[in-house]
């Protein structure tokens, strides 16, 4: 099977409470593609990383996965996610320098992955880079792939609202899928999910997967529009830090070697994504889990 391609980022996650520190490899780019590969899809990611002890330990957990890397050298070292709860228990980010100026290079071995791609995924690129996103979506378009988005803004790390959206939008016009939430709607444009969601379907976009917290998610493709709820799994949620990427990676790994023909089609797609989010939201930390994992394990237990 060819390979997919996720570009965006790769960092660490630190993460913080009363329990203490903990730290994961993660980035939301990094997340969909392993998400990706554990759902059997042989996956290239392209991003970021730095030559340094995280840089390793990146790299390390990307090979236990089997998860190609095409890495940029980072001047700043790797990137790193500080994030603590809020009080509704969602995280709140802090970002380094190294995040915030990151910076993929699209030379020869990255543009031949693309161009090789049946679909390639993005997330957690930063779009208000003017230059990197031309570059990016000139790469994209010379390929004539099919692109699946999620844009995935991080207000830590979102330097112009305004050139974000222009160079998300630009690229997103025609994609094949764009996955966004109600937080999206809210930083990006000031407004309500469903008004986001029209005018992506306005911009050409083929398939929105509009996520809506304790609503479920909903997917509107052309004529075909499908909600389902959060999925019932046993055990208590642990942590939701996961949960959009896994429901993404799902989506991406479905879209693969055939689109849905139907609502019945895309119904079936956006409960598989939905079953993935709830398993992954019985763990600690953003790899995606499948439903299975639930199954044999003492739930109370997991976490921290």
């Known amino acids: 099977m060819t390979r997919v391609v996720v570009v965006g980022d790769a960092l660490i996650d630190e993460l913080r ?11 939301a780019a990094l997340n969909v593609a392993v998400g990706v590969r554990r759902l059997g899809v042989p ?4 991003a970021m990383v730095g030559d340094d002890e995280a ?3 990146i790299r390390s957990f990307l090979r236990d996965f089997d998860v190609e890397l095409l890495a940029t050298p980072s001047p700043h070292g790797s990137s790193r996610a500080v994030s603590t709860r809020n009080a509704g228990g969602e995280p709140v980010y802090v970002f380094n320098d190294a995040a915030k100026a990151r910076r993929i290079r699209f030379g020869e071995a990255e543009r031949a992955a693309i161009a090789n791609a049946p679909l390639v995924a993005v997330s957690g690129f930063p779009f208000d880079d003017v230059a990197q996103t031309l570059e990016f979506t000139e790469a994209v378009r010379a390929a004539g792939v099919r692109v699946a988005i999620d844009p995935n803004p991080r207000s830590g790390m979102l330097s112009d609202r305004a050139e974000f959206v ?3 939008e630009g690229l997103a016009a025609g994609a094949s899928l764009v996955k966004v939430g109600e937080d999206d709607a809210q930083l990006l444009y000031g407004d309500e999910l469903d008004a986001l969601r029209a005018r992506l379907v306005d911009l ?3 398939a929105v997967l509009a996520t809506q917290g304790a609503a479920g998610a909903t997917i509107e493709a052309g004529p075909d529009v499908v909600t389902r709820p959060i999925s019932a799994l046993p055990g208590r949620i642990v942590d939701t830090m996961g949960a959009g990427d896994a ?4 989506a991406v790994a479905g879209l693969v070697e055939e689109v849905p023909e139907d609502a019945d089609a895309w119904g079936a797609l956006l409960e598989t994504a939905m079953d993935v989010a709830a398993a992954t939201c019985r ?3 953003a790899l995606l889990r499948l439903p299975t994992a639930v199954g044999d394990i003492d739930l109370d237990r997991i976490g921290t």
Do not use: K
């Open 17 to 27: 409470d009363d329990s203490g520190v903990r730290e994961f490899v993660g980035g």
């Open 247 to 250: 429901a993404f990676a799902a």
């Open 204 to 206: 050409g976009v083929a």
């Open 43 to 46: 996956v290239t990611l392209i």
């Open 166 to 168: 222009r160079g998300f």
């Open 283 to 285: 763990f600690e930390g």
């Open 55 to 57: 840089g390793d330990h």
